[in-house]
């Protein structure tokens, strides 16, 4: 998973030429596991003025397993500043030290997907002027998610074959491989770029021959889950559908 930052201005005069903030920390809440801090790309002062028109930054990537999400926390730290008609000014970012930015997400993630999260965030609406120099955050943000791979996953019987599963697209180049759960006979190919594929199921006990599968469609968000035969028939693994 992902997390970017991009900016947007709304029809309001906005006279605010930079908005730099703080930021420390990135959490993500896996209702499962609990908060858990993103590997931060950057930590540091960031011009979120410098993110828009299609232009974004990466705040922070991890690792989560399937299961429902329900926000994100951006944990800014101190002199969070912004320039306004020439002069640089702080900002006030009430709670935002402490407990971190809430950002609703409520999302449902697949196993073996791969997803991008934007923080759309709306500055002309969040940066409010309260007179002479003094700016206050009052945060105006969405969060949007892309989902940018999918998976193929099955099941091998049986599983004595100990098969290895090979992802290969139309340029005859291995996409993703794994070997079969020796006890269960389950795979999972994860991050596999939307697209039509052939699986070769490559046996490594010498009892059974090879087999392939073509035109395995993956789309992005989604899982193909394969129906394999529940033996090998005549000393070869078939995959069926």
Known sequence: MEIKNWTKLTGQKFDVMGASFVIMDTRIDNNDTGWKSLTISRKGVYNILDFKNGLDTILGTTSLPAG?????R????SNNQVVYKGVRSNMTTPSSQQSGLKLLINAS?????DYVYWIDFDASKSIIHTGANNFILKPVIKVFTQANSGAIKGVVSPTSSKALIFAINNFNDTIGTTQIDTATGF???KGILAGNYKININVTNGLSKDSTKSNIIVANGQVNDLEVGRQCIRNRCQING
């Open 68 to 72: 429902n999400v329900s926000q994100i």
């Open 74 to 77: 951006l944990v800014l730290g």
């Open 109 to 113: 993630l697949l196993a073996g997907v």
């Open 187 to 189: 795979f999972l190919l």
